[in-house]
């Protein structure tokens, strides 16, 4: 039996040996035909990959929306300045520094030639989702670059080319939590803080930011956190740096000082409910530390040797209510308040030397008298801001507005859209309007403006104001196209 064994074992050896090599190559098949199959999906994702690529390029450039706007625009201004309390700044001197000529600041009127300008602006909007972008391009030229106003004195402020183009809007909305009736959204970038309740009514637009424009109305960029807290109420805080547009984008630059740097903290919130008609009430905080500016003295200063003041604090209250008592009319009543924190630094402006028209620094100057000079402001300030709006017809509309600012009136408004930032007037204005929907996407408006100026320094943060008697006469109209 064991040779018989040992006889057939070498036989068993080589039929073991064939069935080892058969599968080994039944395996080397198998690993063959998958990488065939891989190859086979590998070039059908390679042609299919810059397909599906292509079809998500599509998707997004479908949700890309481009809305143009275009404002053609002509204004007609007169300036009545009659007393300035300690003015005697004059237009010429002599050799031993006694005024000569006109007195520069007051006791003049200046009728300036009848303006033109032209605003083009393209939004762009793109929704995926929890995340949403919006961009806004802004051109602007106008006919008002030899005679620009500036701090309102008899000399003429003259400026570069009459055009200017920039980006004024560039920011990411992101909900992550969309559908939760909390919903939270952050957004970054050039933000969306111009423009803001209730400007939107004069202006015949909806509202095109979320902060109340008497207590916060400037170009910034930064951060946003905004928390929904109930139906139609919501949280709002901003971290952020505020800038000025060039001033090629202000036709006039009254009201309006060159923001050299700051840092803003805002707390704002807003609520609809129902109060005599549909009612928006907002409110809000809102805090410039480390606080710096400079007054437009025409192209050739520049912000070099201003100074950090201190900090501003600025706080409102306002409440818009449309179909008032069940009618078509529209009114809204608005309120703030600035409150200074000085830190001692002082600002001067003040002409030391009458024949060069230089401070004591050497710097430009605008005037000999005290005003130009000083610490931030020490007092408080309030403002008031009311309006109504009644539709005549469906396509005529009637609006008058009112607002007031206090002799220490500070507001943060050197982004207004309002071309002569009227809400920082320390002293009063009366606005009335007719505007005319004669088609879906075209609209005119006649104005009538009168600001009276009880102060000086509107729209500035240093300096004690001196009593001021002047009068500002604005008729405009204007010719928009919104799409």
């Avoid at 009545?80 to 000529?101: C, H, M, Q, V």
């Avoid at 929704?127 to 030229?141: A, C, Q, S, T, V």
């Avoid at 320390?426 to 009538?448: D, I, M, P, T």
């Amino acid at each position: 039996m064991k040779k018989t064994l040992l006889l057939l074992l070498p036989m068993l050896l080589l039929a073991s040996q064939n069935d080892t090599d058969k599968r080994i190559q039944a395996l080397e098949n198998e690993l063959n035909a998958l990488k065939k199959e891989v190859s086979y999906h590998q070039e059908d994702l390679d042609e299919r990959i810059p397909i599906i690529e292509a079809n998500e390029k599509k998707s997004i450039l479908d949700r890309v929306n481009f809305t143009p706007e275009i404002l053609l625009r002509a204004d007609n201004f007169y300036y009545n300045n009659r007393k300035i309390e300690g003015e005697n700044t004059s237009t010429s001197y002599d050799l031993a520094g006694n005024p000569t000529g006109e007195q520069r600041r007051d006791e003049f009127t200046k009728s300036f030639s009848p303006s033109a300008s032209i605003r083009f602006r393209l939004n762009m909007d793109v929704d995926l989702d929890e995340i949403k972008f919006h961009g806004r391009m802004l051109y602007m030229n106008s006919s008002q670059s030899n005679e620009r106003v500036c701090i309102l004195s008899r000399d003429i402020k003259t400026g570069t080319a009459g055009s200017a183009f920039d980006v004024d809007r560039a920011y990411v909305d992101y909900t992550p939590n969309a559908a939760s009736p909390y919903a939270f959204t952050f957004s970054f970038g050039i933000l969306p803080t111009t423009a803001g309740t209730p400007m939107q009514y004069a202006q015949n637009k909806k509202r095109s930011s979320m902060f109340p424009a008497l207590v916060f109305d400037m170009n910034t960029y930064g951060m946003i956190g905004t928390q929904k807290i109930a139906n139609d109420t919501f949280i709002r805080i901003v971290l952020a740096k505020p800038y000025t547009l060039r001033p090629n984008f202000y036709t006039y630059q009254c009201n309006r000082e060159n923001i050299d740097n700051a840092n803003i903290i805002g707390l704002y919130g807003d609520t609809k409910f129902h109060f005599l008609g549909n009612s928006l009430l907002s409110f809000g905080a809102n805090v410039l530390h480390d606080f710096r500016a400079h007054p437009y003295l025409g192209p050739d200063t520049s912000s070099k040797d201003s100074k950090i003041l201190g900090t501003m604090l600025t706080f409102g209250l306002g409440i818009d209510i449309e179909k008032f008592m069940d009618t078509q009319t529209m009114i809204f009543a608005h309120t703030a308040l600035s409150n200074p924190h000085p830190n001692g630094q002082k600002e001067d402006y003040q002409i030391s030397d009458v024949q060069t028209g230089l401070t004591v620094a050497g710097t430009p100057g605008f005037t000999t008298s005290t005003y130009a000079s000083g610490t931030m402001l020490n007092s408080n300030g309030y403002s008031l801001y009311l309006g109504t709006k009644y539709p005549i017809s469906q396509t005529l509309n009637i609006g008058a507005e009112y607002n007031y600012g206090s002799k220490y009136w500070f507001s943060a408004t050197q982004g207004a859209e309002d071309m002569f930032n009227k809400l920082a007037t320390r002293g009063q204005v009366g606005e009335a309007y007719l505007s005319w929907q004669f088609h879906k996407y075209l609209n005119a408006k006649l104005s009538y403006m009168q600001i009276e100026e009880s102060y000086t320094g509107s729209g500035g943060h240093f300096g004690e104001p001196a009593a001021k008697d002047a009068t500002q006469y604005i008729t405009s109209f204007a010719l928009e196209a919104k799409f």
